[in-house]
């Protein structure tokens, strides 16, 4: 059974920094692309961060391009996300994802991720 579960989220005040982690099973976590993604009720669900199988090619939406970073530990099968100077607009439920096929490139559309986790609120106070 695949799971994805996020970790991490929470309030902090503007430019305030946390880090997103998202524990993956069931899924061969180390031979998929993997993403994260944000979402507010206004909002369709935004592409945020992309990170390729190895964790050498990353992609960043031009929000947060320079002030969030995408990282991997297959090891530990885990996925990351830095965030730093952290603004209001930054405000949403961040979901990971994961590619639903193995060992392609980054990606960055919704479509092409089949599993999910269930989210994590981040609230930035300005």
């Known amino acids: 059974q695949v799971q994805l579960v996020e970790s991490g989220g929470g309030l902090v005040q503007t430019g305030g920094s946390l880090r997103l982690s998202c524990a993956g099973s069931?899924?061969?976590?180390?031979?998929?692309?993997m993403g994260w993604f944000r979402q507010t009720p206004r909002k369709e669900r935004e592409y945020v961060a992309t990170?390729?199988?190895?964790?050498?090619?990353?992609e960043y939406a031009t929000s947060v391009k320079g002030r969030f970073t995408i990282s991997r530990d297959n090891a530990e099968n885990t996925l990351y996300l830095q965030m730093n100077d952290l603004e209001p607009e930054d405000t949403a439920v961040y979901y990971c994802?994961?590619?639903?096929?193995?060992?392609?490139?980054?990606?960055?559309?919704?479509?092409?991720?089949?599993?999910w986790g269930q989210g994590t609120q981040v609230t930035v106070s300005s």
């Open positions: 069931g899924l061969l976590f180390g031979n998929r692309a």
């Open positions: 990170i390729n199988s190895n964790g050498k090619s990353t």
């Open positions: 994802a994961a590619d639903r096929h193995l060992y392609r490139g980054t990606i960055t559309a919704a479509a092409a991720f089949g599993h």
